[in-house]
């Protein structure tokens, strides 16, 4: 199985962005969904994770109010929808999924904590021009 992003690109501050994550093989039934980014020089950030069970969802303080994560069972794709786009949001971004787990730990990461997710996608480029 794997997840694969796309949608990343230039966008001026202001601007949107919408970036799906598509679920193929053992990972189109995920427990917890993550967006990451980690922008050049600095360690990876959980932006955003969606709990497939029951779509519970929890965003970092950076991004809340800004980003949105959804997901479409039907057509395998978790979304990452980011509005206001600034360019401190300018970073390669990440899907993650795990297939099982505690929610409350798998969700710590936009906290800053660490969790082991099972799969992991190639990234995909935003860049935020000013």
């Known amino acids: 199985g794997q997840v694969m992003e796309s949608g990343g690109g230039l966008v001026q501050a202001g601007g949107f962005l919408r970036l799906p994550c598509v679920a193929s093989?053992?990972?189109?039934?995920?427990?917890?969904i993550t967006w990451f980014r980690q922008a050049p020089g600095k360690e990876p950030e959980g932006v955003a994770c969606?709990?497939?069970?029951?779509?519970?969802?929890v965003y970092a303080d950076s991004v809340k109010g800004r980003f949105t994560i959804s997901r479409d069972n039907a057509k395998n794709t978790a979304y990452l929808q980011m509005n206001d786009l600034k360019p401190e949001d300018t970073a390669v971004y990440y899907c993650?999924?795990?297939?099982?787990?505690?929610?409350?730990?798998?969700?710590?990461?936009?906290?800053?904590?660490?969790?082991?997710?099972?799969?992991w996608g190639q990234g995909t480029q935003v860049t935020v021009s000013s």
């Open positions: 093989g053992s990972a189109v039934t995920p427990f917890v």
């Open positions: 993650a999924a795990t297939l099982r787990g505690s929610w409350s730990l798998a969700a710590s990461v936009v906290q800053g904590h660490k969790y082991e997710y099972d799969y």
């Open positions: 969606i709990n497939s069970d029951d779509d519970a969802t």
